[in-house]
């Protein structure tokens, strides 16, 4: 059930996106009275079609549809979608029309200035999809975190093979101060991070970081887990734990001969002695007790804990228009140094290149329309981003091709734009090959 409500929330997603994306070609083409054949939502690979409003069922139903100038469907082939616009090379690699006399309708006609917006257009659609997606996120939820100053890290295996503890506090950055807990991760891998200063008891410990351990970093979502301290809140009502004694800012910090500074230590070995007892270390003040204690059937204990400090801001839909320009150019230089860092072989950081696959373990089990709003806008700027890449076969090649002709006044040869379509073709496949690879070792792992 749990795979279903994911795989439901990535097609919606990516359809949305998909059909935003393309809507910015058609829009701009019929604007400039360019003919548009196709517009698709996911691949008709081999005419092999979901739905198409040139199928004998729709034209009974609406025999209008016959007549239409362009043919709306749906694909088999979920990888994407495309709007077939006359007389442009595409993905499709349709050559017939091209063999014709140039007609005032078609893309190739048009003038220059008028082809870059058409090829823009779906980018431009993505990048005002995402601010207008983070303008209602923070005008109705607002934005929340967990400030880093005064929290501690709970690290896992990678983060002590690069020198970090839990509990440590991360104190800077080369120097930079993180504010938010939990983009430490990013940070450290964005932003080059040679050195990073963490208080350690008293203790100021400066950690040296392995530039090749980077794409692990990229690929461990447990680096810098937030260390929450065993602090007793309450006793949940009818717990078996009720009449144990314990009152609220008792701190547990051993259950039997296992140390648990912090709740994370806790979970294994209440795991093994699940629906038996422990003796719980408790803390009060300056007394220590030890307090019996039952686990039930699911290694619980029965008891709240102290939640961590969350800061929480609030804005008007006035603040929340410039608050969500910031976040949306904030988020694409992040992903644009995440790139930066896919780019550099040595980091390693090509591994954490996914698919769909990795896309779907990213949404809740749960549906959330603020968390779902959330990983919409980031996929829609990563699809406006990846798109104005300069590859042929994506629209970043085509903008280039076009600016081209436009600062020196020659327009590359259909027969040029067709071979580097079919460059551009291979490059997407290989880069699709690598990222389900990623995906399939990481599932395997």
Known sequence: MVALIKALQVILALSILIIIHELGHFMWAKLFKIRVDKFF????????????????????????????????????????????????????????????????????????????????????????????????????????????????IYTNALGEEMGFRSGDRILDMDGYVPENFYSLQADLARRDVKIVNVLRGS??????????????????????????????????????????????????????????????????????????????????GTDTLSVPMAVDSLGR?????????????????????????????????????????????????YESVGSFIAIGQVFPEKWDWFRFMNIMALLSIMLAVMNLLPIPGLDGGHIVFTLYEMVTGRKPSEKFLLIAQMVGMLLLLLLMVLAFGNDIRRLIH
């Open 41 to 152: 939502l996911f691949f008709d690979i081999g005419g092999t079609r979901l739905f198409s409003t040139k199928g004998k069922w729709f034209t009974r139903i609406c025999p209008k549809a016959a007549g239409w100038e362009t043919e709306y469907g749906i694909g088999w082939l979920p990888l994407g979608g495309y709007c077939k616009i006359n007389g442009m090379i595409d993905e499709s690699l349709d050559t017939e029309t091209l063999k014709q006399d140039p007609q005032p309708w078609e893309f190739r006609t048009k003038p220059a200035w008028q082809r870059l917006l058409v090829m823009f257009g779906g980018v431009l659609n993505n990048f005002i999809f995402a601010i207008l997606a983070y303008i209602a996120i923070l005008a109705i939820w607002g934005t929340g975190y967990i400030r880093n100053e005064g929290s501690a």
């Open 301 to 349: 204990l029965g008891v709240l804990l102290r939640t961590p400090e969350y800061t929480l801001k609030t804005y008007s839909l006035a603040q929340a228009v410039p608050a969500g320009l910031k976040l949306t150019f904030s988020t694409i230089g992040g992903y644009l140094q995440d790139l930066k860092l896919v780019a550099s072989p040595s980091t390693g950081a």
């Open 203 to 284: 203790d100021t410990v400066s950690i040296v970081i392995d530039h090749s351990m980077i794409g692990d970093v990229l690929n461990s979502p447990d680096l810098f887990d937030l260390a929450v301290p065993f602090t007793i809140d309450s006793v949940m009502t009818g717990s078996a734990n009720d009449a144990a004694g314990l009152i609220r800012g008792d701190r547990i910090v051993r259950l039997d001969s296992v140390a648990t500074p912090f709740l994370q230590d806790s979970r294994k070995y209440l795991a093994k002695v699940c629906g038996g007892t422990v003796t719980a270390t408790v803390l009060r």
